[in-house]
Nanobody
Framework: QVQLVESGGGLVQPGGSLRLSCAAS????????MSWYRHPPGKERELVAT????????RYGDSVKGRFTISRDNAKKTVYLQMNSLKPEDMAVYYC?????????WGQGTQVTVSS
């Protein structure tokens, strides 16, 4: 059974940092493309970052380039999202997603609040 569990969200001041984790189980992580999405309040879901299968390449949404970093530890079956220089507009529910062969799986999400 495929399962993705996000953690690491919380309240942070503008300019601060957080690291989100996505613990994967039930599948072989290194053959899946892993992504982070976010759903800000009142807005549509958007892609934050993607790491292709095997960790060969990464890409980022324009709004987070240079501030966020996606990484994966296939041995630990965990994907991370390091978020630096956080802004109020980064506030959202962040979701981890695993995709392979046109099928995607999702976690339950973790809330990130950026506020002073």
């Amino acid at each position: 059974q495929v399962q993705l569990v996000e953690s690491g969200g919380g309240l942070v001041q503008p300019g601060g940092s957080l690291r989100l984790s996505c613990a994967a189980s039930g599948f072989t992580l290194n053959i899946y493309t892993m992504s982070w999405y976010r759903h800000p309040p009142g807005k549509e879901r958007e892609l934050v970052a993607t790491s292709t299968s095997g960790g060969g390449s990464t890409r980022y949404g324009d709004s987070v380039k240079g501030r966020f970093t996606i990484s994966r530890d296939n041995a630990k079956k965990t994907v991370y999202l390091q978020m630096n220089s956080l802004k109020p507009e980064d506030m959202a529910v962040y979701y981890c997603s695993a995709t392979q062969g046109g099928v995607s799986y999702w976690g339950q999400g973790t809330q990130v609040t950026v506020s002073s």
